[in-house]
C-alpha cells in the first residue's frame, strides 16, 4: 500500500490490451471506510437518534408519539407518549443565536394549538377541550390559573396558533410577530444601513432580469459546446477576436454609462428613490470600469505574448471536437456527478443531524432538564463522518475523471472509429468500476490528506483573526497558500495518473510515475499546447460572462431610478461563469486526456511498420507544426538513429 513501492520493471505501453483489477488494498481499505461511515449511521438509528430527530423529544429525555424508559435522577422522564405526537416549546421565539437552538422547555402535546390563546384560562380550557396539555407534565389543567409556578411552567403569554411541521412534528407558529424578537436585531442593522436596503430592494426588484439573463448564460454556455463539436478549427480565432471586441466594448459602455449617470446625477433627475440610489449607481460603475479596464489590458497584453502558440491548438481542438462527435454524452457527465454529490451531501447531512441528537441523557443540575451528549470516544465520529465527506466527495469527482479519460482513451487509441462501442462512455464507467476503484480511492485520498490540513488552518485562522500578531497570521496564509499550491499540483497529477491508468490498467503508483515521466519529458509541450488549450477555454469564459454582464448592463439600465446594480450583476455574472465552468470543463478534461494519449503515441511509435501512430490525420498535422517550431524535421525527411533517439528521448519523434 505504500505510495511509491512498485514491483512493476520498465516496460512497453500496450493501450487497452490488458485489463485488470489495480489498487485492490485501497479498494478495501475504502470500502471498510465506507462500512464505518454505515455504522455511524446505524449506530445513530440503533441509539433512538434518528426517531428523535424525526419525531422530536421534549425537555425530559421523552421521546414524543412513543413509550419511553426513565432517566436517573429526572422525575418526568418515563412517560408514555404515544398519544403526543408533537413538540410544543413554551418560548417558541427565544432563540439562542450562538447555539443555533430554542431556548425553552419543549413538551410533547398531542395537539398544536389552532388559535391564540391570550389567558391562562384559554390555556386550560384548550387542555380540557383537546386532551393537550400545554404546561409541564407536574401540573394539571384544573391548576393552570392558580399555580404558583405556571409563568415559569407554562407558555409564555399570548399563545400564538400553531401549526406542526411535516416530517418533523414540531409546532411552530404561523404569526410572524412571533418572530420579531428574533429578527429585531436584524431589522435594526437593515434599518440603518440604508445602502443594504437599496441593494436588497434592487435586486428583488431586478428578480425577472436575473433569472432571464441565468438562462440566458445556460444558453451561450450550451451554444459554446456546440461551436466546439462543429467549427473547432476556427475557434480559437472566433474566441481570440470575440474576446477582444466584447473586452473592450464591454470597457467602453460602462465608461460611457457612467458618464451618462454621473451627469444625470449632477442635472438631479432621479424621481423614485432620490439622489442616494443614483450616487451608488455612479460609484458601481466607476468601480466596474475601472476593474473592467485593468482587465483587458492584461488580457491584451497576455494574448500578444501567447499570439504565435495560439495556433498549435487547433488541431488539438479539432479533435476534441471530434471526440464530442463520437462520444456525445461526456456533455452529461457534470449532470452525474452533481447529482451524486447532492445525493451524498443530503445523506452526509441527515447523518450529520443524527449525530446531534445521539448519545446518552444527561441530566443538566443548573437546570433540571435533559440533554443528550455523545461521550468522549463517541466525539470522534464526528470527525470521521467529517473525513468521509471529504473523501467521498473526491472519490465521485476522480469516477467522473476516470471515466471522462477511459472514453476518450478509448476513441484515441481505436484505429477504426467504425468499430468503436455504440455507447463508449458508458463501457469507460463499467471498466472503472470494474477494475478501476482502488486506483480512485487511492488517488482521492492523498488530495483529501492535503485538504484536510488547509481546512483546519483556515478554521484557525478564522478563529485568531485579529487576536494573533503579524509574524503568526503571515505564517498561517502562507501555510494555507503552499497547501493550496501542493494540492492543486497533485490534483493535476492525480488526473493524468487516471489517464495512464485507463491506457494501460496500472495501479496508481505506477500510473503517477509514468504520467509524470511523460509530462516532464514533453514540460515544452505542455506549457505551449496544454495551457494555452486551456487558455483559450478561459476565453471561453470570459466570452459567456461578458455577453451576460453586457445583456444585464443594457437591461438594467432601463431601471437606473430604482436599482443598485451592484448585487444583480454580481449574481448574474457568478452564475454565467459557474454554468461556463460546468460544460468548459469537460471540454478542458478531454483536451488535457488527449495531450497525454498524443505524448504517449509520439513516444513509443514512430510512424513505421508494426509501430504506426493512432493519431489522425489532423493530429498528424499538428505534430508537423510542432515539430517545425521546436526545430525537428519535418516528417517527409528521414532521421538517422542517433537523431530519432534524441528526439524520442525529448518525448517528440517525427511524424
Known amino acids: 500500500m505504500g505510495c511509491c513501492q512498485s514491483k512493476e520493471g520498465k516496460r512497453d505501453w500496450k493501450p487497452l490490451e490488458d485489463r485488470s483489477c489495480t489498487d485492490i488494498p485501497w479498494l478495501l481499505f475504502f470500502a471498510l471506510f465506507c ?48 398519544e403526543n405526537r408533537y413538540v410544543f416549546f413554551l418560548e417558541p421565539c427565544n432563540f439562542d443565536l450562538i447555539n443555533r437552538k430554542i431556548k425553552s422547555i419543549a413538551l410533547c402535546v398531542s395537539q398544536c394549538p389552532s388559535t391564540q390563546l391570550q389567558t391562562y384560562y384559554d390555556i386550560k380550557q384548550f387542555a380540557l377541550n383537546n386532551g393537550s396539555q400545554l404546561c409541564t407534565y407536574d401540573i394539571p389543567p384544573s391548576r393552570y390559573t392558580s399555580h404558583a409556578e405556571r409563568q415559569t411552567k407554562c407558555p409564555k403569554l399570548p399563545v400564538h396558533a400553531s401549526k406542526s411541521v411535516p416530517i418533523f412534528n414540531r409546532c411552530i407558529p404561523v404569526e410572524i410577530a412571533c418572530y420579531a424578537e428574533f429578527v429585531q436585531a436584524f431589522v435594526t442593522f437593515v434599518s440603518d444601513n440604508s445602502v443594504l436596503h437599496r441593494v436588497a430592494a434592487g435586486v428583488m426588484a431586478s428578480k425577472e432580469i436575473i433569472m432571464g439573463l441565468c438562462v440566458l448564460a445556460l444558453v451561450l454556455s450550451l451554444a459554446m459546446m456546440v461551436v466546439i463539436r462543429y467549427i473547432s478549427k476556427v475557434l480559437v480565432w472566433i474566441l481570440t477576436i ?7 466594448g464591454g ?115 443548573s437546570t433540571n432538564l435533559v440533554e443528550y451528549k455523545l461521550e468522549q470516544p463517541l466525539q470522534y465520529m464526528v470527525w470521521y463522518h467529517a473525513v468521509g465527506l471529504i473523501w467521498i466527495s473526491e472519490f465521485i469527482l476522480a469516477f467522473q475523471q476516470m471515466s471522462i479519460a477511459g472514453a476518450v482513451v478509448t476513441y484515441y487509441f481505436t484505429r477504426n472509429k467504425s468499430q468503436m462501442t455504440s455507447i463508449p462512455i458508458l463501457k469507460a464507467m463499467g471498466r472503472t468500476l470494474r477494475y478501476h476503484l482502488g486506483t480512485l480511492a487511492k488517488g482521492s485520498f492523498i488530495i483529501t490528506l492535503i485538504k484536510i490540513p488547509r481546512l483546519i ?27 493550496w499550491c501542493l494540492e492543486k499540483c497533485l ?83 457568478l452564475f454565467a461563469f459557474l454554468v461556463a465552468h460546468c460544460f468548459l470543463s469537460v471540454f478542458e478534461n478531454v483536451v488535457d486526456v488527449l495531450f497525454l494519449c498524443f505524448a504517449v503515441d509520439t513516444k513509443y511509435n514512430d510512424g513505421s511498420r508494426g509501430h504506426e501512430y493512432y493519431m489522425d490525420k489532423s493530429l498528424m498535422e499538428f505534430v508537423e ?25 525529448r518525448g517528440g519523434t517525427r511524424a
Open 35 to 82: 462500512v464505518g461511515m454505515l455504522c455511524i449511521c446505524g449506530f445513530a438509528v440503533a441509539t433512538g437518534a434518528a426517531a428523535r430527530l424525526l419525531s422530536g423529544y421534549d425537555s425530559y429525555g421523552n421521546t414524543c408519539g412513543q413509550s419511553n424508559t426513565k432517566v436517573d435522577g429526572v422525575e418526568l422522564s418515563g412517560r408514555d407518549m404515544r
Open 625 to 649: 507544426n510542432s515539430n517545425k517550431r521546436m526545430g525537428y524535421k519535418p516528417s517527409g525527411e528521414k532521421a538517422d538513429g542517433k537523431e530519432m533517439e534524441s528526439m524520442t528521448s
Open 491 to 573: 490534483a493535476y497529477l492525480n488526473q493524468n495518473a487516471y489517464t495512464a491508468t485507463a491506457i494501460n490498467s496500472t495501479n496508481f503508483c505506477s500510473s503517477a510515475r509514468d504520467a509524470f515521466v511523460i509530462l516532464v519529458e514533453n514540460a515544452l509541450r505542455v506549457v505551449a499546447i496544454n495551457t494555452v488549450g486551456d487558455f483559450v477555454l478561459f476565453l471561453g469564459k470570459v466570452l459567456i460572462v461578458s455577453c451576460t454582464a453586457f445583456a444585464g448592463v443594457l437591461a438594467l439600465n432601463y431601471q437606473r431610478e430604482y436599482t443598485v446594480w451592484v448585487l444583480p450583476l454580481l449574481i448574474v455574472c
Open 457 to 483: 488552518l483556515m478554521y484557525i485562522h478564522n478563529q485568531l483573526k485579529g487576536k494573533e500578531n503579524a509574524c503568526a497570521r503571515c505564517l498561517l496564509k502562507s501555510c494555507i497558500c503552499c497547501l
Open 242 to 248: 470575440l474576446v477582444v471586441i466584447c473586452s473592450i
Open 251 to 365: 470597457t467602453g459602455v460602462l465608461w460611457w454609462l457612467y458618464a451618462d449617470h454621473r451627469k444625470a446625477l449632477t442635472n438631479n433627475s432621479t424621481t423614485i428613490f432620490g439622489d442616494e440610489v443614483a450616487a451608488d449607481n455612479v460609484k458601481a460603475l466607476l468601480i466596474y470600469s475601472i476593474v473592467a479596464t485593468v482587465f483587458t489590458v492584461v488580457l491584451l497584453l497576455v494574448m500578444f505574448f501567447m499570439r504565435k502558440r495560439v495556433a498549435l491548438t487547433i488541431a488539438l481542438f479539432h479533435v476534441a471536437g471530434k471526440v464530442f462527435l463520437h462520444l456525445p454524452l461526456l456533455v452529461l457527465q457534470p449532470f452525474w456527478t452533481f447529482l451524486s454529490l447532492m445525493l451524498f451531501w443530503v445523506y452526509w447531512i441527515t447523518v450529520l443531524l443524527f449525530l446531534g441528537t445521539a448519545g446518552t441523557p444527561l441530566k443538566n443540575n
